[in-house]
């Protein structure tokens, strides 16, 4: 089996074997929807593959406030490769394939991804049972230049906590911090955080 053989076999087989557990693959994505969650399957990596969750609102609610509620008619995988997608929170890992390719044969690769999508069953049904309303599921505050990340300030909009909302937003914009997303129309760029705020004031009205 050459490296071209490996991968495109290793592709192969977690989209059989994930499609058996409900999964659909878009390139290095695989992704499904339970119970109004979002959760993504990642293998960017030949030797780890990541598993994570994020309501359904989340995306919907953040196109609507940088204008592009587009978005929610596209395939569902933009929700887990898109530009303009809200990044989720990673709720586990599982070891892949280490070392050279050269070690593993088809029956190892297929046995790998069978254990693996076992355990992603069983931790997709434990965050279930820990978490049965997405609408009021909390991430853990991911905190990038001391600023929780976007799918918690959604999580308060969305559970109507405008005012720390608006606190979180308006610090950043102070401190002249950027979200990382942003439009340009040329002669201007918006920041995610200016998009934030205002949706906010507007919704105040």
Known sequence: ???KEFDKFDDTTRKEIGKKYGFRRSGYLSYKIVDDYFFALYHLV?????????????DDLWWDIFNCPENKKAPKSLRGTGAFAVSA???ASY??????WKQYTEEMIESRWKEIFILVENDIQAFITANPNPDKYFPEPVYGNGCPNLLYILALL????????????NNELIKG????MSTSD???????????????NKSEK
């Open 89 to 91: 929170t990673q709720i």
């Open 186 to 200: 040329g002669t201007k760029t918006t920041d995610g955080y200016e998009y934030l705020i205002d949706w906010i």
């Open 95 to 100: 070891p892949a394939f280490t070392g050279s």
């Open 1 to 3: 089996m050459t490296s």
């Open 177 to 180: 911090e950027s979200l990382g």
């Open 46 to 58: 030949t030797s780890e593959v990541y598993l994570e969750v994020k309501p359904m609102y989340a």
């Open 158 to 169: 969305h559970n109507n906590a405008i005012e720390e909302a608006t606190a979180i937003v």
